[in-house]
């Protein structure tokens, strides 16, 4: 894998557990995180979404739930310090400071 997209992956990751942070219930189905990464420049396949969001699973930065072929990705507690920057994990992009 290239370095560059050994970037994209480490940011994706991130801005998936942001926008989980975002939701009220810190989950949302794929499609949705797959707009919302679109949103901030991230392109991303349902299969790049899905590949993410196992590796954050695997981490224990994320659960996932399977309703009718839609995943549907929640975050941890663990997953929520990591979009906040309160915990850094390999991996994962880290938010920068804010302005």
């Known amino acids: 894998m290239s370095k560059y997209a050994a970037l994209v992956n480490e940011n994706r990751r991130l801005e998936i557990l942001r ?8 989950q949302l189905n794929e ?11 991230i392109a991303s396949s349902v299969d790049q979404v899905r590949s993410a969001g ?7 930065l994320a ?26 994990v390999p991996g994962v992009a880290r938010p920068l400071p804010e302005a």
């Open 54 to 60: 196992a590796w954050l699973r695997e981490q224990g």
């Open 63 to 88: 659960e996932i739930e399977e309703l009718s072929g839609i995943y549907l990705i929640r975050a941890t507690r663990r997953g929520l310090d990591v979009a906040e920057g309160r915990a850094v």
């Open 19 to 26: 926008v989980l942070a975002q939701d009220p219930g810190y």
């Open 31 to 41: 499609r949705l995180i797959q707009d919302a990464l679109g949103l901030v420049g």
